[in-house]
Structures are given as structure tokens and as C-alpha cells.
């Protein structure tokens, strides 16, 4: 380690750019676009806030806010933001494919390229994404004031987003892992890639990771501690018990994914021989414990998906969600299956065939859950009174597209198939039939569900609506074909090809990732125009769907203390409830101060200290690294002696802001729900059956 | 939760102001247990990684040429000391005893601490002697892996015993800090738990199978 300067391995050749200089090539191109991207982007951001001059809001309400509201749009910020990227990244490598043999990138930015696609969609759009929702509508839904314990959340977020940037960071110095994204050793060790890429997946992996398992604590503790009076287990929303699963997965799966991501650490740093072909290492204790990871993380991301489509079938069917009890056991049995089948990922990896089958039959055994719920949802839709909005176009479109990828899932179980296609396309089309549909989807319709709630203003159903059918669309042209070249033996992550029957299936998937990427251009479209039309289309009253749950019953955008008064539940589908029983829209009998968190810069500091740490160690910069986790460490136990976490809102303003409401309920015109996407709905549901 | 916290915890006797707790004190004390259940895990990966390694000495030394039961013993007799210790500041603090004798026990448990970091050390030094470094092969890398990550945790208890006594001298026995030590108190008691695991699986099971 003494070889290097006081910068570590950091130098002039380690800018993407200068690579292009000596190597003025269309791969290095490309890397330069996507590294001055990065950095134009930083550049306007910061200019545009200080123009504005908003750093000071930025602060006060966001960076240093505890709210868990705001924590929640934060990281759904974050998460779109990288998706944007990840996405960019998926077209440039159906270009590459689509144009094969004669591609126009290196075999090794072709394998960044896939290596950053999958753990930035895995780690860094779907978690996050996940999370900000959860983080958003799961207090409310169950009439809490805020998470447990809001400051760590505050940190969980911090550190996620640290590793975020340290990935982007990765597109302007130095190189990303060539390794894919489960980074299987012994590729990734020191001996066969002594560059920095492995170490940054390494770091995001390490500190995003243990961002999750805090936000796992969290959520299970806010659920089993923090239910309003009355919301016993089975009467939360359908949204919150996939939630306490989701947790749980988080509270015993992220571990082994962080013990493999240090062990292959030391093996790259202190010489460990975990991993390593010689002196008794053992690569498949890696993979062994990634995929202990790895099987429940699909588990972890799609349950919360099953919930928010849960809300979205029973609220835009204005019925009861069916089989509410049938649908929680399903999701808890996926929970505890979801630890059963990890070795599916390496059946042919030297396993006897009896091992093989118990796990092939334990993977088969998921259909059995994931089946109940699909007839649910269908139940739930029978004899509804369905609106055709954006949310249950996501809904549905993943109803039927979910069928097919987990079909295609029950065939991969079966070992003797697996031995066919592993490897190859055919397994990459069915993940992603499974993460699109089953995750992506319903986190778009969650987006379009909850977001007037958070903002006060509808978004442009027109728009949403061309925006599901253009992901609906682009998703199936895009990745169908990957099953037929699949079958006939293309196999993944290959850069080129010689054989040109592929190319066709290359081709149809290279016109869908276009239509996919027209479909991002919509939601931003839609954004921009919901933005623009905000005042046509505000909810003051917050009740725009003729919603089911506590998240309703409250204003829009929602106040920063979630409720005047903390609810009392009776039933399952309590706001319907209220609202038939003429209990909704009651001023609380007496107001009382409510005390929230103060705001704490502590996540901030960790953000950037923790990204400046990360960014030491990939570089080897040893004495930055040092100073960063003594700071890390004198931060965290200075913020141990602020003896007055809490802040309290007087009753006084309490009861203005509710009495503003109410005044402006009283004004409103109840609104049916043929009516709901018109500028009549302010957020005023009328009763309907 | 709503407004008013739960005095059902008996160690803690909520009502001074300021550091008065301001959410139900059950609620922080579970949030510890999940927490605990995390990192019980981590452990146990880690366990099982050890476990998996026993014999892959590449030629190297082995358990039965690098581990001193007669230090074993001691570091075990003063970890085990040790929750005795905490376990008598936890009374202490519950029966409203002086904050000078709660703060006697709490520095005992402290040096005990620092007592068994110190053994340990010393054989990780005397293990090196003998060329057991983690670098030799992978049974000594899953050691190192897992040994010191117990260590790693005691010394990190440590940090927080001594940041809580300097808190105590400087405001004194707020609740919020009472709550502290509780949450303090189960950590110290799972590394014992943890520290049983190693004996019996790290060095008794890899001296019978190594």
C-alpha cells in the first residue's frame, strides 16, 4: 500500500476523460457523455438553487427534516433520479446488442454497463423507491405520527444517498466493477481485478445496505409500536402488512449481504483469502450468502408493490379488498419461503440433484402464495365500479404481465430446465417480467395514487394514462424477445455475437427500449404539465379517490403532524367507514400541543462524511479515510448530547390549521367519482355506492 | 406513543425535565431487541462461515498449534464478570441507589472490558508469533473475520459506557440516559451470549475438528 501517493491511486489518467484523450474511440465517447452529464447536471443543479436562492429552505425543510413525509419524497427524488440513468444505461447496451457484431463499445464498458444497470435498479431505484413510499403512506395508513425513531431514518436515507453519488462519482473517476451486479468473486478479487471497480460496488453495497437494515428496524418497530388506538393486525391496510414483511426481510436478509460484500473487502485489502482460489478460500460460500440475500431482496421489493396494488384495486373498484386475510397469510408465507429457495440462482453450480430438487419444488411452492393473491385481486375487481385511471392501468397491466414472468419463473425452478437456459437471455427476460410488472409498475401507480396526497394537486391522468400504456408496451417489446434468443441459447452480458440469428430479437428489443424510454420522457411530460396546471388541479380537501384508508382523512398536502387529532379505528376500511357513518370531517373535541422531532442536521453530516469516507477507501486515500470515520464517530456521539429532541406545535396552531380545513370542506362540492380526473374534484368524495 | 409515555418499564422513573423521554420507552427498548436480531444475524453468517472453513489450513497452523485455553479462560472469566457488573449498575439504577455506587459499577464493568480487549489482543499478537495471520489461509481468514468483530462490538461498548459516564458526571442521571444504559446493558449481556458461541464453536469446536 505504500506505493501509492498521498491521493492514493488518484491521478490525472483516472478522469474518464483522459481516456478519451489517448483513446479517442466511440466506447470512450460514450463513457465521456456519461461522465460530463454527471457533472453538467451537478453544475446546473447548484446554480440553479443558488439563483433561485433556496438553499436556506433546502435546509431548513428537507435536509434537516425529520418528517417522515419528507424523508419519503426525498428518496423517491433520489430513486427516479437513478433510474433515469439506469435506464439510459439498459438502451445503450440494447444499441450495443441490437448492433452486434459490429457494436461500438469495449467488452469492458459493455460489463460496467451492465454491472451499474443492475445495482443501481436493484439497490438504488428499487429500494429506494420502495422506501420513500413506505416512508410516506405508512404512518399515515396507520394513524401514527411519524416513524419510531425519526432521526435514524433520517440516516438511513443519508447513507443511501451517499452511496448514490459515489456511484455517479464512478462515472467521472476511475472505472465500475466489470463483475455484474452479485460481483461473484474470484473475478471481482484483488488478483484478477486490482482496479478500483469492484471496491466501489463494494462500498455502496456496504453502507446502502446498512442503510436498509436500519430502515427495516423502523418500519418494524413503527408498525408493532406505533398503530393508532383500535388498529389491531388485522384491521391495517393491505399496504402496511406487506410492509412489516418487506421489514422483516430487511431485518434478516441485508446481513448476508453485507457480510459477503466486507468479506470480498478483506480479501481485496488485507489479502483474506475468503474467496480466493488458493490457500483454502472458498468461492462458494459467496454465493451461498449473496443469494441468501438475494432471493428474499425480490421478496423485499415486490410485497410492498403486491400492497400499493392492493390499495389501487380496492379503492379504484370502490369495493372492499377481497380475501383481506387470505391475502396476508399469502404474503407471509412468501416471506417465509423467500428463505427457502436461494440456491435456485446456482443449480448448476456442482450441487447434488437431490439438493437441487428440494430447492427446484421450495421455489415452485412461491406460486402457490403469489397465485392466492392474483385470484384476490381479481375477486376484488368482480362486480367493482372500475375507473380506468393511471394507477389501474399500472395495476392490471401487472396483473396480466405478472402471470407470464412468474410462469416463466416455475419453468426456471425446474433444475433440468435450469441447466438448459441458465445463463442466458431467457433468464433475463424473466427477472425483468417479474421486476417490471411486479415492482415498477406498482410503484409508479403508487406514485400516481399518493402523490396529490403529498403535494395537494392531482397529476395529468392523460398523461399518466399514455405513460403506463407506453411502459406496458415497451416493456413487453423489449423483453419477450429476450425469451426467444434466450431459448435459443444467446447467452447474458455478451458484449457481441457471430451467430445473426439473434439479431432480430435484438432489433424488435431495441425499437422497445425506445418505446420504454419514451415512456420515462412521458412521466416527465406529465410531471412538468401536472406542475404547470397545479392550481386547476388542487385537493385542499385530500380525499381525491374516494379513498379507504387514514391517509384520506386528512388534508392535502398533509400537515407536518399528520393528524389534529390521533384516529380511533373500528373497521378494516376505517375513512370509508367514517365517511358512511358521517363521522369523516369532525373537529376534534379538544386540541392539545402535539410534540414533533426537532429538525437535525446528523443525517447531512453522515451523508457527506460517509460519501467522503467511501470515496477514500475505493482510492486508497487512507489518511482522508481515517479522518472521515473518526468524524463519523465524534458526529454521532456529539448528537448524543442534544438533550431536547422535540419540538411542540401549540394547540392553538393546530386548531387554526384544522378549522381552515374544515371551513373549506364546508365550501366544497362533493364530487363523484365519474368526475374525479376534472378540475370539480377537490379532493371532496361524494357517497357512492 | 400518545402524548404521555408508558411508565410500565420498571427500570426507568420517568418525570424529570429536560432529557424526559418522549417516546414510550417499551417502544425504544424493542427497537434494541430488532436491532439485536440484526446483528445476531450478522453474526450468524458469520458462524456459519467460520464453521464451513474449519480445516481449510492450507498447510498452515492450526487451532491446535495457535490457541492458549489458559488466556481463553481468562478472557471468559472476565467477560462474564463483566454482565454480573452491569447487571448489578442495572439494579442500582433501578432501586434509586447513589449515582456514585451505579457509576462504581458501571467503571468496573468498563475495566473488565478493557481487561478482556487487552488478553485478547495479546493473543492475537502470540498467534502472529507463530505466523497465524488471516493472510496465511482461509480457516485463519474466517477466524479473523469473526473473533475480532465480537472484539469490534466490546470495544465499541466500551465507547459507549464511557460516553455515558462522561454524560452522567456532566447532567446526571437523566431518564433519557437511564433508557440509554438499559438498551447499554443488553448489548453488553448479548455479547456474552455471543462471546459463549465463540468459546464453544470458534475455539472448543475448532480445536475437537481442526
Redesign the interface.
Known sequence: MNEYGWLGKLNWDSLVFSKLITDPSVSEFVASTAGSIVIIATVAILGLLTWFRVWGTLWSEWLTSTDHKRIGIMYIVFALVMMTRGLLEGMVMRAQQAAAPDGFLYADHFAQLFSTHGTIMIFFVAVPFVVGLVNYAMPLQIG?RDV??PVLNQISLAVTVASGILLMVSLVVGEFSTGGWSAYPPYTGGDFNPGVGPDYWIWAIVFSGAGT?LT???F??TI???RA?GMKFFRMPMFCWTVLCSSILM??A???L??AAL?LG??RY?????F?N?????MM?YAN?FW?FGHPEVYLLVLPAYGIFSEVFSTFSAKRLYGYKSLVIATMSIGVLSFTVWLHHFFTMGQSPTINIVFGIATMLIAVPTGVKVYDWMATMYRGRIRFTTPMIYSIGFLILFVIGGLSGVILANPTVDFQVHNTLFLVAHFHNVLIPGVLFGLLAGYNYWFPKAFGFRLNDKLGRWSAFLWVLGFMLTFFPLYGAGLLGMPRRSFSYMDLTFKPYMLVAFVGAMVVLCALISLVVQLVVSLRDRDKNRVPVGDPWDGRSLEWSIPAPAPSYNFAE?PRVTDRDEFTEAKEQGRAYLAPKVY?DI?VPKNNPLGFILCVLSGILMFALVWYIWWLALISAVAI?VAV?AS??R????RVIPASQVQEDTEKWLEQVKKSRAVGRDLENTPANVGYAKLEH | MNGTPSTSNPSVNPGQVPGAIHKDPDMVIFGFWVFMMSDLIFFGVVFAIYITMIGATAGGPGPRELFDFGSLFAQTMLLLTSSLTVGIATVTMKHQRSQASFLFWVVVTLILGLGFLTLELYDFSQMAAQGGVPQRSGYLSAFFGLVPLHGLHVSFGCLWMLVLIVQICKVGMLDIIKLRFLRLALFWHFLDLIWIGIFSVVYFGGWVYG
Open positions: 401514527a419510531a425513531f437494515t427495516g428496524i423502523n418494524t418497530v408493532i409500536k406505533c388506538a431485518i434478516f441485508m446481513p448476508p453485507s457480510v468479506m478483506f480479501d488485507l489479502d483474506f483469502h475468503f480466493t488458493d490457500l483454502g478460500g472458498n460460500n450468502l441468501l390521533l392539545r410534540e464517530i456521539i448524543t448530547f438533550w431536547d429532541s422535540e
